[in-house]
């Protein structure tokens, strides 16, 4: 059922009549219920930014760490592209194969 709008003129909304505190009162909820709306949007919108934002400091940091591990003399005999892939369930070719778990 389409919404019925109802305009208030000016000239009426300076009498006081049952029809124009009606009209007032459904324009208040409904700029109230705006007006929570936007601030859960503009919260939602915010921790939205702060996730990407840390993300990027967090992946940044971790960039650096990766560099400053392949700079130490500590570093394996592998290279550190080795090691990515070893994480990524891929062996390089010179590691024997996985044995089955039972």
């Known amino acids: 059922m389409p919404a019925v709008h109802h305009k ?17 009162s459904v324009f208040e909820e409904d700029a109230g219920m705006l007006t929570t709306y936007t601030n ?3 919260q939602s919108l915010q921790r939205v930014f702060g ?5 990027g400091l967090a992946t940044e940091q971790l960039s650096k760490q990766l560099l400053e591990y392949e700079k130490k003399d500590i570093a394996p005999a592998h290279p550190l592209s080795a090691l990515v892939k070893m994480t990524s369930m891929e062996r390089p070719e010179h590691y024997p194969p996985r044995k089955a778990r039972h």
Not at 8 to 24: F, N
Not at 51 to 55: D, I, L, P, R
């Open 8 to 24: 208030l003129l000016l000239e009426e909304a300076l009498q006081d009549s049952p029809q124009t505190r009606s009209l007032l």
């Open 40 to 42: 859960q949007l503009l």
């Open 51 to 55: 996730a990407q934002s840390e993300m």
